[in-house]
């Protein structure tokens, strides 16, 4: 097994389909920055999720959202694209998906002050507590 640690954006909103069988799968495609020797790539993953078990957390993921994909790695394809030129396609299964406390969304971007709500969230997700004691979300109350 092969298990990476993907942080970026959403290229895209989420896709829901089912298998014939009924099963629910959603992709996502994530975009990734690499610097090294003063440039910068952008790698492009294909995320796959299975199940409903991130359902919750999906409503909050559009287009541009900062993500973290903790997830197993499958063998790269490689395919011609329309130009001619071979391409790598990266695709993960999803273990874990995460809110990134490292980027911003577009709408949080409009505004430089996070709401109490998304900092609870974030805590939440990376384990730590909120920094305001008054708000204390119990079991039933967590959005995800």
Partial sequence: MNTVFIAGHLGADPEVRFTSGGQKVSTL???????????EDTIWWRVTVWGDQFDK???YF???SPIVVIGDLQKP???????GQPQVSLN????N?????FGRSDRSSQSSE?????ESMVGMVSGSQ??????SLGDDEIPF
């Fill in 97 to 101: 998906l995460m809110f990134s406390p």
């Fill in 77 to 83: 394809e490689i395919f011609t694209n329309k130009g």
């Fill in 114 to 118: 996070v709401s109490a709500d998304e």
């Fill in 62 to 64: 559009k287009k541009g």
């Fill in 130 to 135: 909120p920094e305001n004691p008054e708000i």
């Fill in 29 to 39: 495609r994530v975009a990734a920055r690499s610097r090294r020797g003063g440039s």
């Fill in 92 to 95: 993960v299964t999803a273990v």
């Fill in 57 to 59: 957390m999906m409503t």
